[in-house]
């Protein structure tokens, strides 16, 4: 197992399908772990896994990672803690789709633009000075297969997938004089209580695991990965 005990970590999203086995990988690691989340059941239910596991405390706030101002105190209030952030994952996101896109509600282009693109753009733009200053980070946003994939009836999605990958692409180049690795990954559709509900007959075998995605992010995270920047790593398997 790698080893995270001397890093503080953000993770964006913590408590969601994908964000819950995040946190789990990176507490069992032995990493501080600090989580955004909007629900505070899920954030309850993080937090007992965590204490079962004998992992480290876990700390939460409930924060709209789309309100800058909001993000910006966030922040402060984690660096004057532990003095530093030394990771930063960024799980949240949505979905909508199955709409050709002439009958789509204007109002799901604002909310995928929002969740998938806008919160990452907020978190990197407060997180990244702290690195800079600190002379070392790492950042993984979740982007998706949609980024590059763009299947009918899931235009706003993949726009908005497509733009995330963008931004942290163009973040690594801008990077690059300084300690930080920034990194995307583009799951398919991942194994979640909430998509089989939502795909009943799909076979689930198929979907990427969301703990196999959280080992990968892991990895992404360690000094192991130094040479990995600006790369869009595929964890759909054969989906």
Request: hydrophobic share 50%.
């Amino acid at each position: 197992m790698m080893n995270f005990h001397n890093k503080i970590v953000l993770i964006a999203g913590g408590t969601g399908g994908l964000g819950r086995e995040v946190t789990m990988a990176f507490l069992e690691a032995g990493a501080s772990v600090t989580v955004t989340y909007r629900r505070a059941e899920e954030f309850a239910e993080v937090v007992s896994s965590a204490e079962r596991s004998g992992a480290k405390a876990l700390d939460g706030a409930a924060v709209d990672v789309t309100d800058a101002a909001a993000v910006e105190k966030f922040v402060a209030g984690m660096v004057a803690k532990h003095g530093r952030i030394d990771i930063l994952v960024n799980t949240v996101g949505g979905y909508a789709g199955g709409t050709n896109l002439w009958e789509v509600d204007p109002r799901v282009y604002d909310q995928m633009m929002q969740l998938n693109l806008k919160a990452g753009f907020v978190l990197a733009r407060v997180i990244v000075p702290v690195m800079i200053r600190q002379n070392r980070g790492w950042i993984v946003n979740i982007a998706s297969k949609a980024a590059l994939d763009h299947a009918a009836g899931g235009a706003l999605y993949a726009a908005s997938k497509a733009g995330a990958l963008a931004l942290f692409d163009s973040l690594a180049a801008e990077v690059k004089p300084y300690n930080i690795n920034v990194n995307s990954v583009l799951p398919s559709i991942i194994d979640t209580a909430v998509n089989r509900k939502a795909m009943a007959g799909a076979d689930f075998s198929k979907w990427p695991k969301p703990e196999e995605i959280a080992g990968v992010i892991l990895f992404l995270c360690s000094e192991e990965a130094r040479v990995i920047h600006g790369a869009a790593i595929p964890v759909y398997g054969k989906t």
